[in-house]
Protein backbone atom coordinates (compact mmCIF):
# COMPACT_ATOMS: atom_id res chain seq x y z
CA UNK A 1 0.00 0.00 0.00
CA UNK A 2 2.84 2.39 0.77
CA UNK A 3 4.72 1.68 -2.31
CA UNK A 4 1.52 1.94 -4.35
CA UNK A 5 0.52 5.65 -2.33
CA UNK A 6 4.19 6.81 -3.57
CA UNK A 7 2.74 6.97 -7.09
CA UNK A 8 -0.47 8.83 -6.56
CA UNK A 9 -1.12 11.79 -5.21
CA UNK A 10 -3.61 12.67 -2.01
CA UNK A 11 -7.10 13.55 -3.09
CA UNK A 12 -8.09 16.47 -0.78
CA UNK A 13 -12.29 16.67 -0.08
CA UNK A 14 -13.74 19.90 -1.59
CA UNK A 15 -15.94 20.17 1.42
CA UNK A 16 -12.78 20.80 4.46
CA UNK A 17 -10.70 23.72 3.48
CA UNK A 18 -9.19 23.70 6.99
CA UNK A 19 -8.38 20.34 6.53
CA UNK A 20 -4.30 19.10 6.87
CA UNK A 21 -2.56 18.35 3.74
CA UNK A 22 -0.40 15.36 3.62
CA UNK A 23 3.18 16.01 4.32
CA UNK A 24 5.23 17.41 1.65
CA UNK A 25 7.92 15.02 1.67
CA UNK A 26 4.92 12.70 -0.08
CA UNK A 27 5.47 14.46 -2.95
CA UNK A 28 5.80 12.92 -6.35
CA UNK A 29 9.05 13.27 -8.06
CA UNK A 30 7.79 12.92 -11.52
CA UNK A 31 6.05 15.26 -11.68
CA UNK A 32 8.62 16.49 -9.65
CA UNK A 33 6.53 18.07 -6.10
CA UNK A 34 2.95 16.93 -6.85
CA UNK A 35 1.15 16.63 -3.55
CA UNK A 36 -2.43 16.69 -3.99
CA UNK A 37 -5.24 16.95 -5.78
CA UNK A 38 -8.94 18.86 -5.96
CA UNK A 39 -10.32 20.04 -2.82
CA UNK A 40 -10.67 24.10 -3.81
CA UNK A 41 -9.35 27.57 -3.77
CA UNK A 42 -11.41 29.27 -0.55
CA UNK A 43 -9.07 31.95 0.88
CA UNK A 44 -8.73 29.30 4.37
CA UNK A 45 -7.86 26.40 1.81
CA UNK A 46 -5.05 28.83 0.49
CA UNK A 47 -3.76 29.90 3.45
CA UNK A 48 -3.64 26.43 4.92
CA UNK A 49 -1.26 25.61 2.03
CA UNK A 50 0.82 28.15 2.15
CA UNK A 51 1.68 28.12 5.80
CA UNK A 52 2.80 24.64 5.04
CA UNK A 53 5.15 25.47 1.75
CA UNK A 54 2.31 24.32 -0.40
CA UNK A 55 0.59 26.41 -4.03
CA UNK A 56 -1.61 25.52 -6.92
CA UNK A 57 -0.77 25.42 -10.11
CA UNK A 58 -3.09 23.99 -12.99
CA UNK A 59 -3.85 24.28 -16.26
CA UNK A 60 -7.49 25.32 -17.87
CA UNK A 61 -9.58 21.61 -17.54
CA UNK A 62 -7.20 20.19 -14.76
CA UNK A 63 -8.36 19.46 -11.39
CA UNK A 64 -6.83 21.81 -8.79
CA UNK A 65 -3.10 20.46 -8.57
CA UNK A 66 -1.05 20.94 -5.34
CA UNK A 67 2.55 21.36 -5.38
CA UNK A 68 5.49 21.34 -3.49
CA UNK A 69 8.82 20.99 -5.28
CA UNK A 70 12.29 19.90 -3.80
CA UNK A 71 14.76 21.84 -4.32
CA UNK A 72 12.78 25.18 -3.69
CA UNK A 73 13.65 28.53 -5.05
CA UNK A 74 14.37 30.89 -2.96
CA UNK A 75 15.32 34.84 -3.09
CA UNK A 76 16.63 36.62 0.35
CA UNK A 77 14.94 40.50 -0.01
CA UNK A 78 18.67 41.64 1.42
CA UNK A 79 20.83 39.68 -0.73
CA UNK A 80 19.35 40.95 -4.15
CA UNK A 81 21.55 41.06 -6.98
CA UNK A 82 21.69 43.93 -9.05
CA UNK A 83 23.56 44.45 -11.98
CA UNK A 84 26.18 47.24 -13.24
CA UNK A 85 22.70 47.88 -16.01
CA UNK A 86 20.22 47.69 -14.06
CA UNK A 87 22.34 49.78 -11.26
CA UNK A 88 22.37 52.72 -14.37
CA UNK A 89 18.37 52.68 -15.07
CA UNK A 90 17.31 53.28 -11.13
CA UNK A 91 19.65 56.01 -11.25
CA UNK A 92 17.50 57.17 -14.24
CA UNK A 93 14.41 56.68 -12.66
CA UNK A 94 12.15 55.50 -15.35
CA UNK A 95 9.54 54.11 -13.27
CA UNK A 96 7.36 55.04 -10.56
CA UNK A 97 6.77 52.05 -8.34
CA UNK A 98 3.23 51.44 -6.53
CA UNK A 99 2.03 48.67 -4.04
CA UNK A 100 -1.30 47.35 -4.22
CA UNK A 101 -2.53 50.05 -5.86
CA UNK A 102 -4.10 48.04 -8.93
CA UNK A 103 -3.91 44.57 -7.79
CA UNK A 104 -6.65 43.68 -10.52
CA UNK A 105 -4.80 45.12 -13.41
CA UNK A 106 -1.83 43.04 -12.56
CA UNK A 107 -3.25 39.88 -12.06
CA UNK A 108 -4.84 40.03 -15.66
CA UNK A 109 -1.31 40.98 -17.27
CA UNK A 110 -0.04 38.45 -15.27
CA UNK A 111 -2.35 36.18 -16.87
CA UNK A 112 -2.20 36.94 -20.83
CA UNK A 113 -0.57 34.18 -22.84
CA UNK A 114 2.97 34.50 -23.41
CA UNK A 115 4.78 35.44 -26.33
CA UNK A 116 6.65 32.30 -26.88
CA UNK A 117 2.86 30.71 -26.96
CA UNK A 118 2.94 29.32 -23.60
CA UNK A 119 -0.41 30.18 -22.64
CA UNK A 120 -1.34 30.81 -19.54
CA UNK A 121 -1.65 29.04 -16.02
CA UNK A 122 -3.67 31.95 -14.29
CA UNK A 123 -7.34 30.36 -15.75
CA UNK A 124 -10.39 32.24 -14.36
CA UNK A 125 -11.11 30.66 -11.00
CA UNK A 126 -7.18 31.14 -10.28
CA UNK A 127 -7.37 34.62 -10.77
CA UNK A 128 -10.85 35.05 -8.61
CA UNK A 129 -9.27 33.52 -5.65
CA UNK A 130 -6.11 35.79 -5.32
CA UNK A 131 -8.52 38.35 -5.75
CA UNK A 132 -10.15 37.46 -3.02
CA UNK A 133 -6.85 37.11 -1.26
CA UNK A 134 -6.12 40.30 -1.78
CA UNK A 135 -9.15 42.21 -0.58
CA UNK A 136 -8.66 39.93 2.98
CA UNK A 137 -5.02 41.78 2.62
CA UNK A 138 -3.05 38.58 1.92
CA UNK A 139 -2.26 39.01 -1.47
CA UNK A 140 -0.46 42.30 -2.48
CA UNK A 141 0.86 43.69 -5.94
CA UNK A 142 3.75 45.76 -7.02
CA UNK A 143 3.47 48.08 -10.10
CA UNK A 144 5.52 49.64 -12.33
CA UNK A 145 4.70 52.60 -14.17
CA UNK A 146 5.70 54.84 -17.16
CA UNK A 147 3.75 58.06 -17.85
CA UNK A 148 0.59 57.18 -16.10
CA UNK A 149 0.54 53.44 -18.00
CA UNK A 150 1.07 50.18 -16.45
CA UNK A 151 4.69 49.14 -17.53
CA UNK A 152 5.06 45.98 -15.72
CA UNK A 153 4.88 44.54 -11.86
CA UNK A 154 4.18 41.12 -9.73
CA UNK A 155 2.03 40.05 -7.12
CA UNK A 156 2.45 37.37 -4.46
CA UNK A 157 1.04 36.37 -1.12
CA UNK A 158 2.22 37.25 2.15
CA UNK A 159 2.29 34.91 5.11
CA UNK A 160 4.28 36.31 7.95
CA UNK A 161 7.84 37.32 7.08
CA UNK A 162 7.42 35.05 3.58
CA UNK A 163 6.29 36.36 0.61
CA UNK A 164 5.33 33.80 -1.85
CA UNK A 165 5.84 35.16 -5.29
CA UNK A 166 3.23 34.09 -7.72
CA UNK A 167 3.76 35.34 -11.13
CA UNK A 168 5.29 38.90 -12.66
CA UNK A 169 4.95 40.49 -16.06
CA UNK A 170 6.51 43.18 -18.31
CA UNK A 171 5.24 45.46 -20.88
CA UNK A 172 8.53 47.45 -20.97
CA UNK A 173 11.90 46.48 -20.89
CA UNK A 174 13.33 46.27 -17.37
CA UNK A 175 10.05 47.19 -15.70
CA UNK A 176 9.40 43.92 -13.43
CA UNK A 177 13.05 43.95 -12.49
CA UNK A 178 12.24 47.31 -11.04
CA UNK A 179 9.36 46.30 -9.07
CA UNK A 180 11.16 43.51 -7.68
CA UNK A 181 13.85 45.99 -6.62
CA UNK A 182 11.64 47.88 -4.61
CA UNK A 183 9.74 44.72 -3.55
CA UNK A 184 12.57 43.73 -2.10
CA UNK A 185 13.51 46.97 -0.07
CA UNK A 186 9.57 47.18 0.69
CA UNK A 187 10.20 43.29 2.38
CA UNK A 188 13.62 44.01 3.93
CA UNK A 189 12.12 46.77 5.75
CA UNK A 190 9.42 45.14 7.51
CA UNK A 191 10.30 42.24 8.84
CA UNK A 192 10.33 39.75 5.80
CA UNK A 193 12.83 37.54 5.72
CA UNK A 194 11.92 34.70 2.27
CA UNK A 195 10.90 35.35 -0.96
CA UNK A 196 9.76 32.18 -2.32
CA UNK A 197 10.11 31.99 -5.88
CA UNK A 198 9.01 28.08 -6.37
CA UNK A 199 10.86 27.35 -9.57
CA UNK A 200 14.54 28.25 -11.08
CA UNK A 201 14.81 30.34 -13.78
CA UNK A 202 17.95 32.51 -15.08
CA UNK A 203 16.52 35.40 -14.74
CA UNK A 204 16.00 35.13 -10.72
CA UNK A 205 19.12 33.26 -10.54
CA UNK A 206 21.02 36.42 -11.89
CA UNK A 207 19.22 38.58 -9.52
CA UNK A 208 20.28 36.38 -6.29
CA UNK A 209 18.01 33.29 -6.21
CA UNK A 210 19.13 30.31 -5.08
CA UNK A 211 17.76 26.67 -4.30
CA UNK A 212 17.51 25.14 -1.29
CA UNK A 213 16.41 21.38 -0.42
CA UNK A 214 12.67 21.21 0.39
CA UNK A 215 13.43 19.95 4.15
CA UNK A 216 15.17 23.19 4.93
CA UNK A 217 12.25 25.48 2.91
CA UNK A 218 9.49 23.98 5.08
CA UNK A 219 11.16 24.69 7.98
CA UNK A 220 12.15 28.42 7.38
CA UNK A 221 8.40 28.24 6.39
CA UNK A 222 7.82 26.91 10.03
CA UNK A 223 10.06 29.31 11.79
CA UNK A 224 8.79 32.34 10.08
CA UNK A 225 4.86 31.94 9.15
CA UNK A 226 3.89 33.67 12.44
CA UNK A 227 6.05 36.49 12.19
CA UNK A 228 4.14 40.06 13.00
CA UNK A 229 4.03 41.68 9.41
CA UNK A 230 2.37 44.16 7.46
CA UNK A 231 -1.30 43.27 6.43
CA UNK A 232 -4.20 44.99 4.77
CA UNK A 233 -3.15 47.02 2.32
CA UNK A 234 -0.01 48.32 0.91
CA UNK A 235 -0.28 51.12 -0.91
CA UNK A 236 0.76 54.43 1.44
CA UNK A 237 -0.57 56.59 -1.23
CA UNK A 238 2.94 57.40 -2.77
CA UNK A 239 4.61 56.59 -5.86
CA UNK A 240 8.35 55.49 -5.25
CA UNK A 241 11.14 55.31 -8.04
CA UNK A 242 13.48 53.23 -6.60
CA UNK A 243 17.66 53.32 -6.65
CA UNK A 244 19.90 50.81 -6.36
CA UNK A 245 20.30 48.92 -3.41
CA UNK A 246 23.56 48.67 -1.74
CA UNK A 247 25.73 45.35 -1.83
CA UNK A 248 25.18 43.19 1.05
CA UNK A 249 26.79 39.65 2.01
CA UNK A 250 24.98 38.95 5.02
CA UNK A 251 24.39 35.88 6.47
CA UNK A 252 21.02 34.52 6.28
CA UNK A 253 18.36 32.71 8.16
CA UNK A 254 18.11 30.45 4.63
CA UNK A 255 22.19 29.82 5.10
CA UNK A 256 21.37 28.86 8.96
CA UNK A 257 18.76 26.21 7.43
CA UNK A 258 20.90 23.92 5.72
Keep these: MN ?3 RHLPYLLAPDDPSAAFPDVGEALTDPDGLLAVGGDLSVARLVNAY ?6 WFNAGDPILWWSPN ?3 VL ?5 RVSRSLRKLLRRRPFGVTLDRDFPAVIKACAEPR ?3 GGTWLVPEMIAAYRALHVHGIAHSVEAWQDGTLAGGLYGVAIGGIFFGESMFTRVDNASKVALVHLCRFLDEHGFALIDCQVLTGHLMRMGAEQIPRHAFVRLVERLRDRATPTGVWDNGSITYPQPPPQMGTVSEVQHAR
Excluded at 51 to 56: A, D, E
Excluded at 76 to 80: E, F, I, K, N, V
Design 51 to 56: RHGIFP
Design 76 to 80: RPQAL
Design 115 to 117: ADG
Design 71 to 73: PRT
Design 3 to 5: QQR
